[in-house]
């Protein structure tokens, strides 16, 4: 089953909900220890667990994850800076399980369509980790998806930097 797309924000703010049958406690330990966020993201990560401490998440060829995190209430909230952006995943308990609610926000631009399919993507994985299976990658095609729905966003603002350099020459 697909879950929901990823809502964008006119600010650049990328805010994905989902609910998991598991209690908050096993959700948490999930996407707060480094061995969970490289089990279901699939790439190696590390984790200094609090205020201040340092996220790193190496992507290979792609690149890395390096933050620092900014916001830390165990079991509840954590929060980390990446590059100009800040992701944040806030935890509660929901009916029969918990309720995840992720942003990732200050997001430029120009790399938009690709942290919404990324994120998308690896949020897809968390599901099946929790349950002990595996799903498929469909980072490629939310891409697609992601660039058909959103892309006027990125051509607005586009537009309005185009309009600002005319004015000013």
């Not at 590059?83 to 309720?99: D, F, I, M, N, Y």
């Not at 994985?125 to 799903?135: C, I, K, N, R, S």
């Not at 891409?143 to 990125?154: G, I, K, N, P, T």
């Amino acid at each position: 089953m697909a879950e929901p797309l990823a809502r964008i924000t006119p600010e650049y703010c990328i805010d994905i909900v989902r609910e998991y049958p598991f209690p908050v406690a096993r959700v948490w330990a999930a996407v707060t220890t480094a061995e969970g966020i490289s089990a279901w993201m699939k790439y190696e990560a590390t984790l200094d667990r609090r205020l201040g401490g340092r996220i790193f998440v190496d992507f290979k060829s792609e690149g890395n994850l390096e933050g620092t995190v900014c916001e830390w209430v165990p079991e509840r909230v954590f929060a980390y800076t990446w590059g100009l952006s800040v992701v944040r995943w806030v935890l509660e308990p929901g009916e029969g399980g918990t309720r995840l609610h992720f942003t990732n926000s200050h997001v430029t631009p120009d790399i938009l369509m690709g942290f919404a399919a990324g994120w998308h993507a690896f949020i897809d994985h968390l599901g099946p980790y929790l349950a002990g299976t595996t799903v498929e990658d469909r980072y490629d095609d939310l891409m697609e998806v992601y660039a058909d729905r959103y892309s006027h966003l990125v051509a607005d603002n586009v537009a309005d930097n185009d309009d600002t350099e005319e004015k000013q020459t």
